[in-house]
């Protein structure tokens, strides 16, 4: 990868950096870029580390932790309460405003969850049905007032990778012997924690902003496609409970058209399963 001069290095500041994606993208990003995270739940290793705060947004300002990094770029990994979680993010949007930093933020398919035709493209109106996504939209909107060339927002379908929540999840039923939920009717695309971290990478070196659309070009159906990955992860036997939403075939896919990836920063599902395989 290119890499800058040492007097132009980045500054990252990773609000959410002992999460799935947050630590693969911290793993990734920190031998080339003055890196630092944040952490929530108690932590000894990380207390350690000079380059982590423990930061809680239900209590705590990210001005103080702002104030001592002094990112030039921001990137949010964040889960929990939406309320507390809006609040932050408004606090960082009123910082990027005021500082030459820039922000990458991390949203979902679920931005496009009340559509279910067709996949969704990046300039496509956004819109949801569920709380998730309608939060996502929220701060997507709020993000997208502030200058052009200081955001970028990654719009992920699900994410896979040994440590994700969801395969953890899928791992906690199967031992529990409890039912993993399949969706035949649900069409969509898959990512992997390494592609993500990569895509990130690429746009942070390129100067990129705007939307992007991150996941598999190609498309699987849900219950394909969770079937094959219990089975290439070696977990026991599954028990499966089949859900139905609709009655038709109902599509949650992110598809880049306009802002396109390079093609080794692309991917196909199987290479996810192929990752996954033991
Ligand atoms: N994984 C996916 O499939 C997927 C798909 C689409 C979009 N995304 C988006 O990607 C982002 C990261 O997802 P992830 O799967 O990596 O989530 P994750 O593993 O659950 O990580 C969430 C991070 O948020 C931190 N956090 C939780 N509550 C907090 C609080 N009150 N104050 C401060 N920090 C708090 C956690 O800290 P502690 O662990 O230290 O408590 C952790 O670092 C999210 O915004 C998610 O919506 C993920």
Known sequence: MKRLPNDEKHRILILGASGFLGNAIYKELCPYFKTF??????????????????????EDDVYEILDIVKPSIIISALRGDFAAQFIAHKHVAEYISNHKTKFIFLS?????????????YEEDKTLSNSIYGHFKIKI????????????????????????SP????????????????????????????????????YIINRNKSGIFHSGSTDLVHHDEFIRDLIKVSGF????????YTTN???????????????????????EILTELEI
């Open 37 to 58: 995270g944040t952490y929530n739940t108690e932590n000894k290793q990380l207390e350690k580390n000079q380059h982590f705060f423990q930061y809680n947004f239900e």
């Open 108 to 120: 979902s398919a679920n931005v496009f969850d009340a559509y279910s035709k067709y996949p969704s």
């Open 140 to 163: 997507e909107n709020m993000l997208l007032r502030l200058p052009k060339k200081k955001v970028t927002i990654l719009r992920l379908p699900m994410v896979f990778g040994p440590y």
């Open 166 to 201: 969801r395969i953890k999840e899928i791992a906690q039923l199967i031992n529990d012997k409890e039912p993993v939920e399949i969706f035949p009717n649900l069409i969509m695309n898959v990512t992997t924690h390494t592609k993500v971290t990569q895509q990130i990478h």
């Open 236 to 243: 026991n036997k599954a028990i499966y409970k089949r859900v």
């Open 248 to 270: 038709d075939d109902r599509y949650l896919a992110v598809l880049p058209k306009y802002n396109m990836l390079p093609k080794n920063l692309q991917l196909l599902s199987q």
